[in-house]
């Protein structure tokens, strides 16, 4: 069955009679398909040869030129007609009605989202919408996410190329389910959780290169961009990851007190000499896989459209578009990542295989990941190239098929969307103004790559755009864009469903909250008017806030 005809039958809120392509598609297709080429340029901590070019073709004092082109390129929605944009702008408007649930709210993901029976798998079945050859692509990606790298020189001759360094042996060890990670727990390995490594530009040089979107930092130049607390044989780990907490409490409007724990960031058993004075750290758990694909069909202008950088509409809230290069040296948006930092899912996903299991792809060529200069015995280990199967350790079609699978994973149907407790809830997330970061729906663009993520009405609850959450999360490392104390928002479909895939409730970057409660109690900065509201309210008021959360 053509896919594109399937997505629009099994939608409830797409009409079937509407057809599914643009006959203007043009734009996005570059960015999602030249982006898709993006690679991880602060590996190498330099700008990668095809951005440098760009670069010098336009000279650093037309970078501001650029941006707004961008800007005006995305200006509105170009893969709509005029009838379509009306539709899209009525169905997105947030609700004024609270009595009864939405309109295709439970089909949170769209046609693909998942209403099998909710289960630890929840987050792990392929979006609804796939055709047959997509679904048999997902399951080969599966295989690809689990599989486990071993060291080179080894006799299983397309698995081997593991490290030198690195901090786990296959996607699913930090993405475990397709859930989310947590904060080691003991003296365990920080197995779903990683160090970025990151030092302020001390040259000129250095920071035009930030300015001008060539690289979004500079890593530290013994140790790279990332901690790797594991090592093959013969090599040293880099050094392992100390948090220790110290508890601050807080009283409710209720009366309640809630201790929230306050981490604070260490390395230790350094192999390699001691971290540039000026490197910061920024600890980051494994995010959840689902909606990935749909995130990535949000179609640019609805980014810049919910952009409001310096305030003009005096709400308190400054949300920023994170803004980068793909490979081809062009802009493109921004979306994945606690920062925000990458643009698609194969960008995050070739980041991966260098930085966190040390396999080169296509996309990040070099085999020994994340080793420096300045480890040359790192960087002098054997490689997992098998040349008869071509020259990275996980040549076409591992990369192409990691990220299908990590693009097509479904979104969890909503639970008890028209519970008066969870209506009541849904209510005061609009009344505390938690819906002005986490913006409820979008429809996703006409033009995506994949029919299956085409003109969907989506409930991914944020605006992806990078906000100042005050000094209580920051973690003083910038990162592109983003500053020391700036977030990409959260989304927050499927939270409710954490305990039941992951067996945890670790919330926030760095997992740091142990319940939602504690989590909203950390927003700062821009959010601090709806924390505040938040602890203000009475007890059945949160109680059912969070009921509405856990319902998502
Ligand atoms: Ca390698
Ligand atoms: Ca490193």
């Excluded at 006409?446 to 029919?451: V, Y």
């Excluded at 499927?494 to 919330?507: A, D, K, N, P």
Aim: net charge negative.
């Amino acid at each position: 069955m053509d896919p594109a005809s399937k997505s629009v039958r099994s939608s409830g809120w797409v009409c079937s009679t509407m057809p599914t392509t643009n006959p203007h598609r043009s734009r996005l297709p570059r960015l999602a398909g030249a982006a898709i080429l993006a690679l991880g340029a602060t590996f190498a901590g330099k700008p990668h040869p095809a951005q440098a070019d760009a670069l010098s073709r336009q000279g650093p004092s037309s970078v501001q030129d650029e941006v707004d082109a961008f800007a005006r390129e995305w200006a509105s929605r170009d893969d709509l007609s005029g009838k379509d944009r009306k539709r899209v702008e009525a169905v997105t408007q947030p609700t004024q009605d609270f009595s009864k649930a939405e309109n295709f709210e439970i089909m949170q993901g769209g046609a693909g989202t998942s209403t099998k029976i909710v289960s630890r798998d929840a987050f792990s079945h392929f979006n609804q919408n796939l055709s047959f050859e997509e679904e048999e692509q997902f399951k080969l990606g599966n295989a690809l996410f689990r599989k486990l790298w071993v060291s080179s020189p080894a006799s299983t001759k397309a698995s081997d190329g593991l490290g030198p360094l690195f901090n786990a042996r296959a996607c699913q060890s930090c993405h475990l389910k397709d859930g989310r990670g947590h904060p080691p727990e003991g003296d365990t390995d920080a197995t779903s959780m990683f160090l970025r490594l990151s030092r302020t530009a001390s040259t000129d040089q250095e920071r035009a290169d930030l300015e001008n979107f060539l690289l979004s930092n500079h890593p530290d130049p013994t140790y790279g961009g990332q901690l790797q607390d594991l090592a093959v044989p013969g090599l040293k780990a880099e050094g392992h990851m100390r948090i220790s907490y110290e508890d601050e409490e807080v009283r409710l409007g209720d009366g309640t007190v809630v201790q929230l724990r306050k981490p604070s960031y260490s390395v230790s058993d350094l192999a390699y000499g001691s971290l540039h004075p000026d490197t910061t750290l920024s600890p980051r758990i494994a995010p959840p896989m689902i909606g990935m694909g749909l995130i990535q069909a949000i179609h640019p202008s609805d980014f810049l459209a919910s952009a409001d950088p310096d305030d003009a509409d005096g709400n308190g809230i400054s949300g920023e578009v994170s803004l980068v290069r793909d490979l081809d040296g062009n802009l493109a948006i921004g979306r994945f990542g606690w920062k925000a930092q990458n643009p698609t899912v194969r960008k995050q996903s070739a980041g991966a295989f260098a930085g966190d299991i040390g396999i080169s792809t296509p996309d990040v060529p070099n085999h020994n990941g994340d080793c420096t200069q300045a480890q040359p015995d790192c960087l002098d280990m054997p490689n997992g190239v098998e040349a008869s199967l071509g020259d990275t350790e996980a040549p076409d079609p591992v990369l192409d098929l990691v990220t299908f699978y990590s693009e097509n994973l479904a979104v969890p149907a909503r639970r008890d969307v028209d519970d008066p407790t969870v209506l009541a809830g849904k209510k005061i997330f609009h009344d505390l103004g938690c819906a002005d970061c986490h913006r409820p729906k979008y429809v996703t663009s006409r033009d995506a790559e994949n029919p299956a993520h085409r003109f969907q009405l989506i409930w991914p609850y944020s605006d992806f755009l990078l906000h100042d959450m005050g000094e209580g999360l920051a973690d003083g490392q910038r990162v592109g864009l983003a500053d020391g104390q700036e977030w990409r928002t959260a989304p927050l479909w499927g939270i409710g469903l954490t305990e039941t895939v992951s067996g945890h409730t670790f919330f926030l970057h760095d997992g740091r909250a142990r319940n939602l409660t504690e989590a909203i109690l950390w927003h700062g900065g821009e959010a601090q008017p709806a924390r505040d509201g938040f602890a203000a309210l009475e007890a059945a008021d949160s109680q059912a806030l969070i009921s509405f959360l856990d319902s998502l």
